[in-house]
């Protein structure tokens, strides 16, 4: 009996013109893999805009998973990284897909674990590029954590700080410092994010947007204000 193929393809928000993995190159990657191998795939599932970093976020991958799970078929992906950006997530779906006598084919990394081979090759793979992201994540730190220790700008302006003309060195700005401090007082009162945003609204207190004030917005500064206390 012929096995069923199913593929699976995401792109990220930026991620889908680069580097010709968009969601048609990769939906005719699949079915030309099945084509070369005398199968068809039965469906593709697709998740348009969304992270890999996590699995249970990706309703489409999950549902490619049960399909291909109860078919004992195989799951074609581009590509690892389209599938899973965490180790963890790929190792808990190649197991997954184990134990239902379903397999995994990734094509940019050639891999099929169907073999023994290509399951140690799978686990390598995984494994190195979880550890490549997490040393880029630590490079990345590093560098904020210079700008800021040095004053730069790092993102956005926040609230309280000014740019300078050097498009980079920050200044208090002592009205916004003003306003810091009368939130730091009224959450250290035990007052809730939700009842200082509205009091700050009531009082007409500009954001740095000239926007409302959200408690989501109060957090970010408590979580700052914070931050420079403790350094």
């Not at 593709?44 to 490619?64: C, Y």
């Not at 074609?76 to 963890?88: D, G, N, P, Q, W």
């Not at 050639?110 to 040393?135: H, I, N, P, W």
Request: avoid cysteine.
């Amino acid at each position: 009996m012929e096995r069923k193929v199913y593929g699976y393809i995401r792109v990220s928000t930026t991620m889908q013109s680069e580097d010709g993995v968009s969601l048609q190159n990769q939906r005719e990657r699949v079915e030309g893999w099945a084509k070369a191998n005398g199968l068809t795939v039965a469906e593709v599932f697709t998740d348009a805009g969304i992270s890999g970093k996590r699995a249970d976020n990706r309703p489409a991958l999950l549902e490619a998973l049960d399909a291909v799970s109860k078919a004992k078929g195989i799951l074609v992906v581009y590509s690892l990284s389209r599938m899973s950006r965490s180790v963890k997530d790929a190792i808990t779906i190649s197991e997954r897909l184990d134990k239902a006598g379903a397999d995994l084919v990734s094509l940019s990394e050639r891999l099929d674990t169907s073999t023994a081979s290509g399951k140690m090759t799978f686990r390598m793979m995984a494994v190195l590029a979880e550890f490549e992201r997490d040393q880029l994540s630590e490079r990345v730190a590093s560098a904020m954590g210079h700008l800021k220790a040095q004053g730069k700008r790092v993102g956005k302006v926040p609230f309280g700080w000014d740019l300078l003309a050097d498009g980079e060195t920050l200044e208090p700005n002592a009205q916004e410092q003003a306003v810091i401090s009368s939130i730091v007082g009224l959450h250290a009162e035990g007052q809730s994010l939700r009842t200082i945003a509205a009091t700050l609204n009531g009082k007409g207190v500009a954001a740095k947007t000239g926007s409302h004030w959200h408690p989501e917005t109060i957090r970010g500064i408590l979580k700052r204000s914070a931050l420079q206390v403790a350094a």
